[in-house]
């Protein structure tokens, strides 16, 4: 079957915020209010932050507000990969902070059991299996490489190296060549049930919500903050900036994040044969070892996720709605399906959509504070943000509290990325950098001088 041919009665339109049991949205904010908190931003950062607030003390008075609805964003759109890895993956992390990696993963795998815990305490139904994730190599490079990262990962965690035969055991394509198995850092769930669960879980804590409510300018007002909304202001002592991939109120923070556009697509349900013939029993999440790589899962009721690939910048750092589809990008998806599975042929696509991300240079969330230290804000999770949001909530708290913890104190949390160059060269440099990796991938994962030069700069980096 031509790969577009499969695409043709897929909508628009993420899967995940098709679910029936999607709530409705609370109404806007509407004239002045007061509260001791107010977190800016209804994703999983700032869910997090609220309900975290509440737990830490429930006295407090906490208040968010969403510019649209609660899920509406990345937290809707994400394939549901929920890592412990706080610093986009093993090798990155070893890169840039070898010397807290131990204290590192140690905070990312006690961060994912308490997620897992609170999806417990509080009734959240988001389809949470503790499944794990494979790394398939697909190109004889990507094996020695995996090799290597193997040979790091051991010291961290459950971790098993597997060869091309026992790797297809577990999930049948027949361009597997081996892969490196994370057998308990990575959970798979529903997305837009987990944001939907914590909303629930802060609304019965006391926290008020109010969806439909753009922040459109904060201010320092006396001993606390002001935060202008379209009807109304919310003057607040503190204030948590979970806005991520949008524009920050903080303006000095702008330069050191970008959006990213990424797509996927949804099948159908697998029939109890296609699921044989591809197996994939352990229903671990996959990711392939190339700089431009895929991620893919099942759903519960047995739908593949298939994203990736292709990261698309638009000049000017630009978030648009007409942004979140590409059919280019859709055909291509389709295309690499079904080469990694060829058995499934004639099997469709019922949805196709894209999201931005929110990058920064080091592709791992960053902290920071202003006002005197009553504004918090985490950004740059680059797409491991399910699970990273969460520590960064309880960063965001450590600073606003103002008393040094474990996390304040690493150089992770105290030192900023590198920013991004203005445009021009921003648009330019990040064009070069992905030719460069579509270039290594295609020679045996080689890298050209540019991204040598990237790498010594501590800018090089995937998809």
């Known amino acids: 079957m031509d790969p577009v041919h499969a695409l043709r009665d897929a909508k628009p339109t993420p899967f995940w915020l098709e679910d029936p049991g999607r709530p409705q949205a609370n109404s806007a904010l509407t004239g002045d209010v007061r509260c001791d908190l107010l977190v800016v931003g209804g994703g ?8 975290i607030a509440k737990e830490r003390d429930p006295g407090c008075d906490v208040v968010l507000i969403e510019a649209q609805e609660i899920a509406w964003a990345a937290s809707g759109r994400n394939g549901g990969f929920c890592a412990a890895s706080l610093t986009h993956g093993l ?26 815990e609170a999806v417990t305490e509080y009734g959240i139904d988001c389809d949470w299996e503790r499944t794990g994730e494979l790394d398939v190599a697909t190109e004889p490079h990507q094996v020695e490489e995996l090799a290597e990262l193997y040979e790091l990962a051991k010291e961290y965690g459950d971790y ?14 027949p361009t597997y060549l081996g892969a490196l198995w994370d057998k308990d850092g990575v959970a798979m769930l529903h997305p837009a049930k987990l944001a939907w669960g914590l909303k629930q879980a802060c609304e019965r804590l006391g926290v008020r919500i109010y969806e439909h409510t753009r922040a459109t300018d904060i201010a320092e007002v006396g001993p606390g903050m002001a935060v202008r909304t379209p009807y109304g202001k919310v003057f607040a002592r503190r204030v948590a900036l979970g806005t991520n991939v949008f524009p920050s109120l903080v303006k000095r923070i702008r330069p050191y994040t970008v959006p990213v556009y990424d797509y ?4 159908e349900p697998l029939s109890a044969e296609q699921l044989a013939a591809i197996g994939w029993q352990g229903r671990q999440g996959i990711g392939d070892s190339a700089n431009q790589f895929h991620y893919y899962r099942l759903s519960a ?9 292709d990261a698309i910048y638009h000049y000017g750092a630009k978030v648009r709605s007409e942004y979140d589809h590409r059919p280019q990008t859709y055909q291509t998806l389709a295309r690499h399906f079904f080469e990694t599975f060829p058995q499934l042929e004639g099997l469709r696509f ?16 960053f902290f920071d504070t202003a006002y005197h230290g009553k504004v918090a804000l985490a950004a740059g999770f680059t797409g491991l943000g399910v699970g990273a949001t969460r520590f960064g909530a309880e960063v965001m708290l450590d600073l606003l509290a103002g008393h040094p913890t474990e996390r304040t104190t690493l150089e992770m949390v105290r030192r900023k990325p590198l920013p991004f160059p203005p445009e021009p060269v921003r648009w330019a440099g990040i064009g070069i950098t992905k030719w460069s990796l579509d270039r290594a991938d295609r020679n045996g994962g080689r890298r050209n001088l540019w991204l040598k030069t990237m790498d010594t700069l501590g ?5």
């Open 350 to 365: 019922t949805n196709a959509w894209g999201g931005a991300i929110d990058t920064c240079t080091r592709f791992s969330a």
């Open 44 to 51: 999983y950062s700032g869910l997090w932050t609220a309900l």
């Open 301 to 309: 009721d047995n739908r593949i996720l298939w994203g990736g690939y």
């Open 91 to 116: 090798g990155n992390g070893f890169e840039r902070w070898p010397n807290e990696l131990a204290a590192l993963e140690q905070l990312g795998a006690r961060n994912l059991q308490s997620m897992e």
């Open 160 to 173: 098993e190296l597997l060869d091309a035969d026992a790797v297809r055991a577990q999930v049948n394509s």
């Open 264 to 267: 996927a697509v949804m099948t």
């Open 459 to 463: 800018l090089g980096f995937d998809s």
